[in-house]
């Protein structure tokens, strides 16, 4: 079957930690292919394997790529080179004692030639080790620009204009040579300590960075894991032995408290996954109930009946999402119907099939947001009014059904349909009929202000 292939060719981190702690990586010990501090290692990243998850993964590589392998590379001198640098230097002895100025010179050169060359591997390891490739064209460029200044200086004519000036200065008046140099030398112990400085403050922001990257993963993660819990928890809840949608006070109740907390404490991406949720699960919507049991009834297609009027709610959102910041979020199909979202961020959302009647979008951002066959009213828009505090919706006419959305940024909406531009520039005022897309011309202001 495909499914086979398939999974042959991916497979998933459990089967790679049991195939990497089989005991077939433990055989043939005695050729020396693993240590025992080699299958420590192993193992421990094997564990570790099975616990990354995708949220940590970038990054862990990312941690990984800025980390300097460190070289343990071994610098090899042959003996002969050994031998020779002895007997150089045993010529350049001789020659000292015998007081023979040829035999001590050349001594003293094969030794300094012979010295350099057994020492020339070990410094091209350590100058790879302790500088990158940009230091060292830093350096190289910095020594570049003190040769070129040098040579503007003695080509220039400028160092036959200073020796002039030199001559003329009282340089007993002035001090001696050797608390000239002083000074330089203090000068360059300065600039040498701000550069130090200067170091330790680019690699302690690096740090900083990398710890703050880090701490928004992990953020993410228990972000995630707390979802999930909830998720659960809300699952058996809701949900008996007989797999029916429990609906007593008591457990409604602890349903709203447990959804007010976890949307008070998460972002607005993890506000969106739960809205998401309680909405695809029928939790948001009013369901027509039994007037004895308050069961929810079947719709005898699969599903739960609604009841616009006189139906109840598992969760009522209430004021829960009043001034959050939901921008950019995904909420597509979601039941936000009677919802309180004074002043709530919406910009940029994907609002697509969203259901919003009667809910209230009193100062509510909507900017550049896609609306499209979003639902603000039941029934025909001429009849659709605003929801009322005194009087109850008439879902038929689509009176007392629609959304307050007075004083509502809607600029930028995108696919913003006739009908709901039509109900925003009757029942938005003065400021929402400013911001809505293809002006409001020929449409009456009925809210009157």
């Known amino acids: 079957m495909s499914i086979d292939s398939n999974s042959s060719q991916t497979p998933n981190p459990e089967s790679i930690t049991e195939q990497n702690l089989q005991p077939d990586d433990f055989e043939n010990s005695s050729n020396g292919d693993l240590t025992s501090d080699e299958l420590t290692r192993q ?25 300097k392998p460190v070289s343990n590379k071994a610098v090899v001198v042959k003996p002969r080179a050994l031998l020779l640098v002895v007997a150089a230097i045993a010529t350049t002895i001789i020659g000292l004692a015998i007081n023979n100025w040829i035999v001590g010179i050349v001594g ?80 360059l112990i300065a600039i040498i300590a701000v550069y130090i400085a200067w170091r330790q403050y680019i690699i302690s922001k690096d740090l900083t960075i990398q710890q703050n990257l880090l701490t928004v993963q992990q953020n993410l993660i228990t972000q995630q894991q707390t979802i999930d819990s909830y998720f659960q928890g809300i699952s058996d809840l809701v949900l008996d032995e007989e797999g029916l949608l429990e609906d007593w006070p008591q457990e409604r109740l602890l349903a709203e408290g447990r959804t007010a907390a976890i949307l008070s ?15 695809r699960s029928k939790l948001l919507s009013p369901l027509k109930r039994d007037s004895l049991l308050g069961r929810a009834i079947l719709d005898g297609t699969g599903g739960y009946c609604e009841d616009r009027l006189h139906g109840v709610r598992v969760i009522d959102l209430g004021v829960m999402l009043a001034g959050a910041d939901l921008s950019g979020t995904d909420l597509r199909w979601t039941d936000l119907s009677e919802a309180n979202l004074v002043r709530t961020n919406l910009s940029q959302c994907d609002l697509v099939k969203a259901n919003l009647s009667r809910s209230i979008l009193y100062e ?55 009908a709901n531009r039509y109900y925003c520039c009757a029942w938005g005022g003065e400021k929402t009929r400013a911001t809505i897309p293809r002006g409001c011309e020929g449409i009456p202001n009925k809210l009157g202000r």
């Open 43 to 67: 193992q421990a990243l094997a564990a570790i394997a099975s616990l990354q998850s995708p949220q940590n993964t970038s990054a862990l590589l990312q941690a990984r790529s800025t980390a």
């Open 108 to 187: 003293t050169i094969v030794t300094l030639l012979l010295s350099v060359a057994v020492v020339w591997p070990w410094l091209e390891e350590l100058q790879k080790e302790w500088f990158s490739a940009q230091e060292q064209t830093l350096v190289l460029g910095s020594l570049g620009i003190i040769v070129a200044i040098a040579g503007l200086i003695k080509y220039s004519g400028l160092a036959n204009y200073l020796v002039s000036v030199g001559r003329k200065i009282n340089w007993e008046a002035s001090g001696t040579l050797a608390e000239w140099f002083g000074a330089l030398g203090q000068i």
């Open 265 to 279: 404490s998460v972002d607005g991406s993890g506000k969106a996954k739960i809205l998401r949720f309680l909405s």
């Open 364 to 418: 509510a951002n909507l900017s550049g947001a896609d609306l499209n066959g979003i639902r603000l009213f039941y029934g025909s828009v001429e009849n659709a009014t605003p929801r009322s505090r005194t009087h109850p919706p008439n879902y038929k006419t689509g009176e007392y059904t629609g959304a307050v959305v007075e004083d509502a940024d809607l600029s930028d909406v995108q696919r913003l349909s006739e």
